[in-house]
């Protein structure tokens, strides 16, 4: 079992940043490919980024390639989402996600453990 936690979300005016942090509880965290997504009202969930569980391999949808960055720390069991040049279409519900396996994998049905969010903002 694995139990996500977000926190980092608020309200940015657009051309800002934010890092969303997901700190996990249970002994398996470094084990899983780490996942985050957001959902806007009235959309489905989307994938935004994942990392496998060294760290070493990271995917990203490319709506956001080039602006946010996906870390962890083992350590720490935590996952970071640092995003830059925030626009009002990234304002969502952003969830941190795990699963085993491949870290392209992008449908939200393959992912296990799900965070309950944090409210992303952006004004223009």
């Known amino acids: 079992q694995v139990q996500l936690v977000e926190s980092g979300g608020g309200l940015v005016q657009a051309g800002g940043s934010l890092r969303l942090s997901c700190v996990a509880s249970?002994?398996?965290?470094?084990?899983?490919?780490m996942g985050w997504f957001r959902q806007a009202p009235g959309k489905e969930r989307e994938f935004v980024a994942a990392?496998?569980?060294?760290?070493?391999?990271?995917y990203y949808a490319d709506s956001v390639k080039g602006r946010f960055t996906i870390s962890r720390d083992n350590a720490k069991k935590t996952v970071y989402l640092q995003m830059n040049s925030l626009q009002p279409e990234d304002t969502a519900v952003y969830y941190c996600?795990?699963?085993?396996?491949?870290?392209?994998?992008?449908?939200?049905?393959?992912?296990?453990?799900w965070g309950q969010g944090t409210q992303v903002t952006v004004s223009s």
């Open positions: 990392i496998s569980w060294s760290g070493s391999s990271t």
């Open positions: 996600a795990a699963r085993p396996g491949v870290v392209t994998a992008t449908q939200p049905g393959t992912y296990y453990y």
């Open positions: 249970g002994r398996t965290f470094s084990s899983y490919t």
